[in-house]
């Protein structure tokens, strides 16, 4: 044990002023120290709020509660984006079941169905998230290994070459559904299978038992200029998304449950997308499954689809 | 050593190691490391749903030019036009009509003007069975050969529609059929399509190609 200075000689009952006060200096500026080194930790603002952490399953929520947590997530969009959306929980409607039908033999490729999808569901431009992606197929083949989505011709149909565009099929049997941990992915009586944003875990489970590719995963906080935000939104529908939860496409239930089209629908040049109430034996889809040929993308893996391609001739 | 001065000597160390750590966060940006390609946003042609051409109803409507439309503004009333051909018997268009593209069926076999054009009333169209249509009901006169289309299209399954699925709740936009369609030369245009899915990472090999897909 070497010597003290006589100077710094240990109080008989106790420590010395001295060490008392380097102690203590060393400790406080410790904690300076600590305090400053978490100091990112004050940036994140995007952090989850205690309100949406306590928040129940959409399934367990009372009329109230669904009303408080509405209102939070308008508040938080007000905040975020400087604007206060029209959200809502649109319910399904009584003896409605959708259907989608496309028509391959129209379809030219142009890819405005994807950007008029991305425009209505505020998924995050950079970067990118899109729920329809258009394959070029070579004429002759179903086999989707040999299609591409990344063409960029100058001028679109080409020769020798048919597009089929993918999104979610609304599957009456789904995979994705069936291998979510945390039922934060559900099929809803009119056919849409949907997300709770709030419940998912962001397992990606869902975005690998999708035969269809249909799923996307938010791998960092949305890039949606403020200008381009729609403010038309449901809970269940084109509200934000956080980073590091699954969406995909929910057949714009923000305006199919308000009796609309779906925006890929709307934007369509050539009119080969179609969709309607499949319960409805007058409805576009009920007329084009009566008196069309129909294909069915991957019919042996057992999803049942509700989309449908079909052929004019 | 003591006791005491190790634990101030760790209790210095740490607090420099802390004060660098602080330092070092003060200077970077947390997750600046990763910044993706800025994507440029899309051009707003590729959102907007408005058809592909215009309707003479369309245009009417819209309060566009259809000065275009007025035969009489050149063309003499009741006088009967007579068509020139060549030796294959091919229409000549007029020098004033030169604008237009004929190819309406396989192998420009139906350019012959008054098979839809009434060649007297000349801002009248007529059908195979020699009814008279006002340009803007085009659609029953295509419909005259273009049967299960038309018929297709009456079903709402042909062409684009807008507005409501749901009839309770609001209206069916839909379109007639040289909005889309040039009656001159009816195959759907060639477009320009869209931008392509950007990867996360360019440079990266492509998600699809002729091995992989969804």
Redesign the interface.
């Known amino acids: 044990?070497?010597p003290?200075s006589p100077q710094t000689a240990p109080h008989p009952d106790g420590v010395s002023r001295r060490?008392f006060l380097?102690?203590s200096a060393?400790?406080a500026?410790?904690l300076?120290?600590?305090a400053?080194?978490l100091?990112?930790l004050r940036?994140l603002t995007d952090a989850t709020s205690v309100e949406e952490f306590l928040q129940k399953h959409y399934k367990e929520m009372s009329p109230a509660e669904m009303e408080a947590a509405l209102e939070r997530i308008r508040r938080e969009v007000q905040k975020q984006y400087g604007l206060r959306p029209h959200l809502a929980d649109l319910k399904p409607?009584d003896g409605?079941e959708f259907v989608y039908?496309l028509n391959l033999t129209?379809c030219?490729?142009?890819?405005?169905c994807?950007?008029?999808c991305?425009?209505e569901n505020n998924q995050s431009?950079?970067?990118?998230i899109?729920y329809i992606?258009v394959?070029k197929m070579p004429n002759g083949t179903f086999d989707?290994?040999?299609?591409?989505?990344?063409?960029?011709?100058?001028?679109?149909?080409e020769k020798g070459f048919y597009y089929m565009p993918?999104q979610c099929h609304q599957c009456k049997n789904p995979p994705c559904v069936r291998v979510c941990p945390v039922k934060a992915t559900w099929q809803e009586p009119d056919g849409i299978t949907v997300i709770d944003y709030d419940w998912c875990i962001g397992c990606r489970y869902c975005e690998a038992a999708c035969p269809?590719?249909a799923r996307r995963f938010n791998?960092?906080e949305p890039g949606i200029?403020k200008d381009?935000i729609n403010p038309d939104m449901s809970y269940l529908g084109n509200r934000p998304r956080h980073k590091g939860v699954m969406e995909k496409c929910h057949f714009c239930i923000q305006r199919?449950r308000?009796?609309?089209?779906p925006a890929c629908?709307?934007?369509?040049?050539?009119?080969s997308r179609?969709?309607?109430?499949i319960l409805d034996p007058n409805?576009?889809v009920s007329?084009?499954l009566k008196?069309?040929r129909v294909f069915v993308l991957k019919e042996e893996v057992g999803t049942l689809p509700r989309f449908f391609y079909y052929f004019?001739v | 050593?003591?006791n005491?001065s190790k634990s101030?000597w760790t209790?210095?160390a740490?607090?420099?190691?802390?004060?660098g750590?602080?330092g070092a966060?003060?200077f970077t940006k947390?997750g600046a490391g990763f910044a993706?390609a800025?994507?440029p946003?899309?051009d707003p042609q590729?959102?907007?749903?408005a058809?592909?051409r215009m309707s003479a109803a369309e245009l009417a409507r819209t309060g566009g030019d259809v000065s275009g439309l007025d035969c009489l503004a050149c063309h003499d009333k009741g006088k009967t036009l007579v068509l020139k051909v060549d030796a294959a018997n091919h229409a000549i268009l007029p020098k004033e009509h030169e604008d237009l593209v004929m190819r309406h069926g396989r192998n420009d076999r139906n350019d012959n003007c008054f098979n839809c054009h009434d060649p007297v009333q000349l801002d009248l169209l007529v059908t195979r069975d020699g009814r008279k249509l006002k340009l803007t009901d085009s659609t029953l006169l295509c419909g005259n050969c273009h049967g299960p289309t038309l018929r297709?299209w009456e079903?709402?399954?042909?062409?684009?529609?807008?507005?409501?699925?749901?009839r309770?709740?609001?209206p069916i936009e839909r379109?007639d059929c040289v909005s889309?369609h040039n009656p001159h030369s009816p195959a759907?245009p060639?477009?320009?399509?869209?931008?392509?899915?950007?990867p996360?990472h360019p440079g990266a090999p492509?998600?699809?190609?002729?091995?992989?897909?969804?």
């Not at chain 1, 040999?146 to 100058?154: F, L, N, Q, T, V």
């Not at chain 2, 740490?14 to 004060?19: N, T």
């Not at chain 2, 709402?156 to 699925?165: C, D, L, V, Y």
């Not at chain 2, 492509?206 to 969804?214: I, N, Q, T, V, Y």
């Open positions: 044990m070497p003290s060490d380097r102690k060393v400790l500026s410790g300076a120290a600590i400053a080194s100091a990112p940036e409607m409605v039908a129209r030219v490729g142009c890819r405005k994807v950007h008029a991305v425009a431009r950079s970067p990118e899109q992606r394959l989707v290994e040999k299609g591409r989505h990344d063409y960029a011709p100058e001028s679109v149909p993918v269809y590719w791998f960092t200029p381009k199919t308000a009796g609309r089209y629908l709307e934007v369509c040049p050539t009119g179609k969709f309607g109430n409805s576009e007329v084009i008196t069309k004019d | 050593m003591t005491d101030n209790l210095a740490l607090a420099a190691g802390f004060l750590l602080a966060f003060a947390p993706p800025p994507i946003p899309v590729f959102t907007n749903t058809t592909v297709d079903a709402g399954i042909h062409g684009r529609t807008s507005g409501h699925w749901d309770a709740r609001g379109q889309c759907f060639e477009i320009k399509p869209a931008p392509g899915p950007h996360l492509a998600l699809s190609g002729e091995s992989k897909g969804p």
